[in-house]
C-alpha cells in the first residue's frame, strides 16, 4: 500500500508548473536536497518514475502525467474539505466559454438563480480552445462551453481524453452570414456569394471564422473579401457590420441581437459548427455544471 501526503502531491504539481526542483523547493520553502529526496521516496514507493531527468531539465514521463492529472483533483478536493472547517465551503463555479452569445445568456441566468447564494463564487471568461483545456485540466474552469467546426471536433475529443476530459455535444450550430438591413446584398435578394469579395470582413483576433468556414465548404467558391477588420470584442463586431457595408461569418444570432444591431442574416451552405460542454472525467457532475448545461440547452431550444 502507498502511504503519501498532500505535501508530497503539492510537490510534484510544484515541479511541473515550474521545471525545476530547485525552483518548486523554493516556492514550497524546502531545501533543493530535501525535495529531490522526497520525489525520490515517492517514486520508489509507487513502483515507477514520474519525472525524466536530464542535462536539459526534468518532464514527466507518460506514467507522471497520469499521475499529475489525479494528483491535482486529490489537492483541489482537499482544499475544499478544509473550507469546511471555516464555515459554509464557497460556491464555486468557473467557466470558459467561446465568444458566442448563447453560452454568455446561459451563465447570466445561472447567476440570476443562485448569485445571491453565501459566498457564491461565479466567473465566466472567453478562452479559446488550447487554453480552455489547459485552464480545465489545471482546474482554474469547472467547465468549458466552446464551438467547434466539424473538422476539429474528432481532434479536441482526442486531446480531451488524453487529459481525463470528457466531452459532450449539445447541438448543432448553422452558420451565417451577417449584414446591416440597408445593406446592398442585403435588398437584392437571394446573397450573391461571390459579391461578399467587395465588402470588407469583420473577424476577431484571436481567431478567424472565415478561415474555419472556408474548410467546411467542399464544393464552390471561398469566400473572399476586400479588406480585413480585426476586432476581440462581439458588440463591437455587432456595431461594425450594422452601421457600415462590412460583414461577418459566425453562428447564428439571437434575435434580439440581430434586432439591437440592426442586422440581418443568411445561411451559408456549410457543414453546422458544433456546440460542445467538456468537464472532468471522473468528477461527479456539480449542481452548478448541471444547472448550466440545463439552462444553454434552453437557449439554444429559442434561438434553433
Avoid at 479536441?156 to 451565417?176: F, Y
Avoid at 471564422?209 to 480585426?230: A, E, H, T, W
Wanted: charged fraction near 20%; proline fraction near 4%; charge should be neutral.
Amino acid at each position: 500500500m502507498v502511504f503519501m501526503n498532500l505535501q508530497q502531491l503539492k510537490l510534484i504539481i510544484a515541479v511541473s508548473e515550474t521545471g525545476s526542483i530547485s525552483k518548486a523547493a523554493g516556492k514550497m520553502f524546502l531545501s533543493q536536497p530535501n525535495a529531490s529526496e522526497t520525489i525520490k521516496a515517492l517514486e520508489k514507493e509507487l513502483g515507477f518514475s514520474i519525472f525524466w531527468r536530464a542535462h536539459t531539465g526534468i518532464s514527466l514521463t507518460r506514467k507522471g502525467e497520469q499521475f499529475l492529472e489525479h494528483a491535482r483533483i486529490m489537492v483541489h478536493h482537499a482544499d475544499q474539505m478544509y473550507e469546511i472547517g471555516r464555515g459554509s465551503p464557497p460556491h464555486r463555479f468557473f467557466l470558459g466559454v467561446s465568444s458566442y452569445t448563447p453560452l454568455i445568456e446561459a451563465f447570466l441566468a445561472l447567476c440570476r438563480k443562485c448569485g445571491h447564494e453565501p459566498k457564491a463564487e461565479l466567473s465566466c471568461r472567453e478562452v479559446d480552445v488550447s487554453g480552455g483545456l489547459h485552464s480545465l485540466y489545471q482546474l482554474s474552469l469547472d467547465l468549458l462551453a466552446i464551438v467547434l467546426s466539424t473538422q476539429n471536433l474528432d481532434t479536441v475529443r482526442e486531446t480531451a481524453s488524453g487529459h481525463n476530459l470528457s466531452m459532450m455535444e449539445i447541438c448543432d450550430l448553422p452558420v451565417n452570414v451577417n449584414l446591416r438591413r440597408e445593406h446592398p446584398l442585403a435588398e437584392a435578394g437571394p446573397l450573391d456569394l461571390e459579391r461578399l469579395r467587395n465588402y470588407p470582413y469583420v473577424d476577431y483576433f484571436s481567431q478567424s471564422v472565415l478561415d474555419m468556414v472556408n474548410q467546411l465548404i467542399v464544393v464552390g467558391k471561398k469566400i473572399r473579401f476586400k479588406s480585413c477588420i480585426k476586432v476581440d470584442e462581439r458588440n463591437l463586431r455587432c456595431q461594425i457590420v450594422g452601421t457600415t457595408d462590412a460583414f461577418s461569418i459566425g453562428c447564428r444570432l439571437p434575435k434580439e441581437i440581430l434586432n439591437q444591431f440592426g442586422l440581418v442574416s443568411f445561411q451559408l451552405p456549410v457543414e453546422p459548427m458544433k456546440l460542445v460542454v467538456i468537464f472532468r472525467r471522473g468528477e461527479q457532475m456539480n449542481a452548478d455544471i448541471q444547472q448550466y448545461i440545463r439552462l444553454l440547452k434552453m437557449e439554444m431550444d429559442d434561438l434553433i
